[in-house]
């Protein structure tokens, strides 16, 4: 097939061209060309910005194409527009944030609802990520009636990962002492490596299959101690020191920004139904592989321990002298 990748560089894009060219596909990257402009040497590269100068995709006809990095959807419009008439299949990497009610207490299937935008003035940021992907959605399904093929990705892990949210894990571990391990060792997580979503999706391409799929993760619901017993398995010895919730967050530790992957009181993100996506073929390699071949990667392009903006050593240390101090009895008392 003949495809045309907006994106193609970083995170998902870059392994969904790496899987499509080992695949035996024709692959064009459309980019601005910032990000990654070494990889990929023999593939066609076309330069352009997908908010200011689509001339370079003007005229030309391709299979399919894969939008990796669609956030707005007025400039999701534009290039779905120009592009109806001269490709037959259009996938959009989406999100499951784009559930109205994600991530309520679990369970969500493609049926569910999807949210809405309060204006077409608002501005994205955090709270409204998940009602700009739906709003993404409509423009491409308004453009490809019936031959759109949307992806609905959850906490998406692997090699390669910019934000590093998911290598803090194997990176901590492996610097071996006490780990603070957040919340209930019971708590579900939900993820899905890198590498998996592509192969999907290239197969779902191949076959022409259309409407919305939650690509987030396998069968087995894991918990948060079997993902850092992994990790210990994996990247070195340490002992786990697990920290209630409510201590975490009256210490103002931040879920999801100082802790990857502990979300307290929301278990409903981490149980998204993807009965769908396996029934068309998704499957999931060994989380083992997935933790090893990150921590690789991360180790080998980090350039140190620690990778992102997470939890410093010394915060760390902090939380759990804290933690300690607050468990012994206080001083004359049997």
């Known amino acids: 097939m003949k495809l045309l990748v ?110 809405q935008m309060l204006s077409e003035s608002q501005q994205p940021n955090e709270s409204n990520f998940g009602a700009f992907k739906a709003a993404c959605e409509r423009v491409v399904e308004r453009s490809f009636p019936g031959r759109a093929l949307l992806v609905r990705a959850g906490f998406i892990v692997g090699p390669h990962d910019p934000t590093r949210r998911f290598a803090y894990w194997p990176q901590r571990i492996a610097e071996g002492g006490e780990v603070l391990a957040p919340g209930d060792p019971d708590a579900p997580v939900q993820l899905i490596d890198v590498r998996d979503v592509a192969a999907w999706t290239l197969g779902a391409i191949e076959r022409g299959l259309t409407g919305a799929y939650n690509v987030t993760g396998r069968e087995h619901v894991m918990t948060m101690a079997e993902l850092l017993d992994v990790c210990r398995r994996e990247c070195g010895r340490c002992t786990f020191k697990w920290l209630s919730d409510d201590f975490l967050l009256s210490n103002g530790v931040m879920p999801r920004r100082d802790l990857p992957l502990w ?13 769908k ?8 390699q060994d989380i083992a592989a997935t933790v090893h071949d990150t921590f690789v990667s991360t180790t080998l392009h980090a350039g140190g321990p620690r990778p992102g903006n997470w939890l410093s050593k010394e915060r760390e240390r902090e939380l759990l ?14």
């Open 6 to 115: 907006l994106g193609g560089t970083l995170f998902v894009g870059r392994h969904l061209v790496e899987a499509a060219v080992g695949r035996g596909h024709t692959v064009t990257l459309f980019n601005r060309g910032r990000h990654g402009a070494e990889l990929f040497p023999d593939v066609d590269k076309l330069r352009g910005d997908r908010e200011t100068d689509l001339a370079a995709l003007h005229g030309r006809q391709w299979d399919a194409v894969i939008d990796t990095c669609g956030n707005l959807p007025h400039v999701v419009a534009m290039s779905a527009e120009l592009l109806a008439n001269n490709i037959g299949h259009y996938t959009f990497v989406s999100s499951v944030s784009a559930y109205r009610e994600f991530p309520g207490r679990g369970g969500l299937d493609e049926s569910a609802g999807l949210a």
């Open 277 to 284: 996506a396996r029934a068309a073929g998704l499957s999931c």
């Open 263 to 275: 979300s307290p009181h929301a278990a409903g993100a981490a149980l998204v139904d993807t009965t």
């Open 321 to 334: 002298t804290a933690w300690h101090n607050a468990q012994r009895p206080l001083a004359g008392i049997a």
